[in-house]
């Protein structure tokens, strides 16, 4: 048996590499790949760069922004936010509720009239959230189809703990946007910064090159036990020991490993819903993004319900070519994750070619990535699933950090705060 040290950190996405920047030393990290990033992680096809999804940089903690930024030092641009959403044929800017005067004269006053006139429901789920904010127009036409898209289940069988996400609407900026006054809708990322080289993946690189902690790859955690007044980690092949342990891998998969777990908690943890993420990247002479970065599909029939278009970050016109990266939400095991890549592939080019956002014979390569783990999911049953899990993991003394650690749907910044404050209280400091 390895005596690890003091402190374990389970995985080296960005919680498990912000919180070992943050503690500094007394601690190493486990991880099963090879590589480190987790969800971060960036890839190259044909001399190009793109990310497991649309990953930027931006929020609303100064404190974390500023330390992202100078984690990356001079390499980081700064953008302004050109997203649409593809709705009847057209490029609606992004967010859509803020130009609803791009769609046809029918659909803007039906949105319109309904937001203006929109009797209240009682709010028990996510469908009924976005009916008393949006209006009926909006929320059937843009919000409901592509919620249900994203996230695999039906909006009224899902919680709103989450739904500080989403922005609520200023009725003066609905009426300008329907009559053609330009406004301005979620302004937190208005404007985003993105690395000039190397992906989004520069960012937890930047963090790994700071480290003064090792990371033992390669070590795919298969059980965990306590003994005594240490923690004995194992892969199969080799033990390590460790005072106390911090989880940054997913929940279902933390309690998997455990031993003694009581079946209460087992079943807690299985229930607990997440979506899994495919990404399609395909080399592209040519598309018909007009400069745009995220394009967002509602349409059911579309595979995808994503997709980024890499020449957004590119200066000039001197490229050849760009990764035009499609996104596509599914569950393990379902019909969509059991499709080969090369049907998936063939699919989402098929879709791209009928919307005319490509030509066919202008893709000159494609890769496809996938993410077990990608999105949370807050069904009805959630908090109380959560409850339970979190409950006997506090019992137990695991810290736990990052979205799927923690079963919070935050990004890259929230999670750096997560890692700050919990490296604070571990290293016994009340923040």
Known sequence: MTQGGRLAILGAG?????????????????????????????????????????????????????????????NTKQHERKNCVWFDGRAIKYPFENNLHALSKDDAFDCL???????????????????????????????????????????????????????????????????????????????????AQGGFQALPDA?????KVPIVGHFEIVSIEKEKNAWIISDGKTERSYEQIVSTIPLPSLIKTLKNVPAEVQTAAANLVHNALIVVMLVARKNRSQRNFGIYFPQPDLLFHRVCFYDFFQSGDHHTASPVVAEITCRVGDDIWKMTDEEIISRVKTDLAREGFIELSDIEGAQVQRAPFAYVVFDLHTKSNLSVVNNFLDEQSIHRCGRFAEFRYINSDAVMRSAKNLAAKIKGIIV
């Open 113 to 195: 009239w309904s937001f203006l006139n929109n009797p209240q429901r009682q709010v028990s789920n996510l469908e009924d959230w976005i009916y008393n904010n949006f209006g009926r127009g909006i929320a059937e036409k843009y919000l409901l189809p592509y919620n249900e898209k994203i996230w695999k289940m039906p909006p009224n069988m899902m919680a709103c703990d989450w739904i500080s996400r989403i922005p609520k609407p200023p009725t003066k900026d609905i009426v300008k946007s329907a009559i053609g006054i330009e406004t301005e809708g979620n302004l937190e990322q208005l404007h985003f910064h993105y690395p």
């Open 14 to 74: 960005m919680a498990g590499l912000s919180l070992a920047y943050f503690l500094a030393e007394g601690c190493e990290i486990l991880e099963k790949s090879a590589s480190a990033g987790g969800l971060c992680r960036s890839f190259q096809k044909n001399g190009l760069t793109y990310d497991l999804g649309g990953h930027v940089i931006f929020s609303s903690d100064q404190e974390i922004l500023s330390l992202e930024l100078d984690l990356l030092a001079n």
């Open 207 to 211: 963090i790994r090159s700071r480290l």
